[in-house]
């Protein structure tokens, strides 16, 4: 099989293929993608994140040293010795695991502590967490709307979201537009019982914020309520880091907060922050929180004192915001198109999947770790490099991808700036 000829969406449903057959026609691209250097995915870390990572090299099957521009570990708390020291305490304290589901016995009280601090970094009254993001979006959605209801995406929100409405009716504006948001507002207005907006505070493909303000105005004049997932805001926008309602200056506004503590935060799980009413209704109706064991106790340690760090040390985020605003410039400069990138998420956009499984096979052997999207997760003209920055890459590590990808900008007639000198790749 040539697998430039194919992208994962050929999998995905065939009628005539049993699930045995169709994971055997899988396997077969899977192996040929192996065989081009084109699966970027799955890459296996020998040190966990950080601005740097050891990798050991699915082609080479020896260890390399690479620049890590694919963590979502912005503030790189995943490494913070007070977070470490956290954990630390509590696994000794409590053991390693919760023991049961949070209804059940699991609870403990570090996990109170963790939702009181939850909701009072987020400026609501009350949250609930989950062992994980997609499950906290996924089971709440699915708790709180029914068949006599409507969620209102934005095209681009999260596949948690998506698969969290299965059971109830949905409609997409078209991403970020506010006119296409109160066209979608106005059809619903009578026809559905509960109407909730459901958008993303950073959007997690193109780093682009919500127009969140608008969008909490737009549906309450129209009766809707909003939820936004701040998987990709938490750490990064907002003031002190607080997100995206904070960025706006509408703490308070918003109907549900969501969000993710494996982003920023550093560790994993997700939470729900509202009121004391639907956190309550959380508890008892939200099955991936009811049948799902508790967190571990040094998760919720971890994250207290991530939030904790967030608050007493704002340079790191200051540091992010460095990188953020000269790698930006630096891209914009060489003459690549970010979309509307605004945060620490960079896309680098090709427009060709082979083109960009070539180039990232070439990034891979320049030691620079990034990610290739592709259709299906994007439409074949916006399949990208996607690449997201930490607090602590240096001028250096920066400065080096910005070198690849300049000479990969040119030979793949992406940029067509003049030639610089010849760049060493490998
Ligand atoms: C926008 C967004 N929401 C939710 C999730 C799910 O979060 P988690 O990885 O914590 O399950 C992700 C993550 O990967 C995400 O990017």
């Known amino acids: 099989m040539d697998s430039t000829k194919y992208s994962l969406a ?28 084109h699966n970027q995915y799955r890459r296996v870390s020998l040190n966990g994140s950080g601005p740097t990572m050891k990798i050991l090299d699915p082609y080479s099957g020896i260890e390399k040293e690479m620049i890590y521009m694919a963590s979502n570990d912005y503030l790189n708390l995943t ?13 000794e304290k409590y053991g390693t695991g919760a023991g049961s589901v949070p209804l059940l016995g699991g609870t403990l009280d570090i996990h109170i502590e963790l939702e009181k601090r939850v909701a009072a970094f987020k400026g609501c009254e009350a949250a609930i967490v989950y062992t994980s993001g997609f499950g906290s979006n996924c089971g709440s959605i699915a708790a709180l709307l029914r068949e006599n209801d409507v969620a209102i995406l934005d095209m681009l929100v999260h596949a948690s979201i998506i698969d969290g409405c299965k059971g109830t009716h949905v409609e997409y504006f078209r991403h970020n537009n506010m006119d296409s948001l109160e066209k979608v507002l106005r059809k619903c207005k009578d026809k559905f019982r509960t109407k909730l907006v459901i958008v993303d505070g950073v959007y997690s493909m193109d780093g682009d914020i919500s127009k969140l303000d608008t969008i909490v105005e737009l549906a309450h004049s129209h009766g809707a309520y909003v ?3 701040e998987a990709h805001a938490t750490g990064v926008i907002g ?37 004391k009413e639907i956190v309550e209704y959380l508890h008892y109706y939200s099955r991936p929180y009811m049948f799902s064991t508790a967190q571990t106790p040094q998760t919720a340690a971890s994250l207290i004192e991530a939030m904790n760090v967030i608050e ?17 410039k630096s891209l914009i400069e060489l003459g690549f198109n970010i979309g509307n990138s605004e945060t620490a998420i960079f896309p680098v956009i090709v427009g060709h999947d082979v083109k960009v499984r070539e180039m990232c096979r070439e990034m891979h052997e320049a030691g620079i770790y990034v990610n290739a999207v592709q259709y299906p997760a994007v439409s074949r003209k916006l399949s990208r490099i996607r690449m997201s920055l930490m607090c602590n890459h240096t001028k250096q590590h920066l400065d080096r991808v910005l070198e690849v990808l300049e000479h990969l900008g040119r030979k793949y007639e992406i940029i067509n700036k003049p030639a610089a000198e010849e760049v060493e790749i490998a």
């Open 10 to 37: 050929d999998f995905y449903d065939i009628s005539d293929m049993d699930m045995v057959d169709r994971a055997r026609y899988f396997y077969e691209y899977h192996q040929d993608i192996h065989k081009k250097h």
């Open 79 to 91: 490494r913070h010795p007070r977070t470490i020291k956290a954990g630390r305490a509590a696994l």
């Open 227 to 229: 939820m936004v997932d």
């Open 239 to 275: 003031k002190n880091g607080r997100g995206t309602p904070e960025h706006f200056n509408i703490e308070g506004k918003v109907d549900i907060v969501a969000g993710t503590f494996s982003k920023a935060l550093g560790v994993v799980g997700g939470f729900i922050a509202s009121s």
């Open 312 to 328: 007493d040390e704002p340079q790191l985020k200051e540091n992010l915001w460095k990188n953020i605003n000269y790698f930006k």
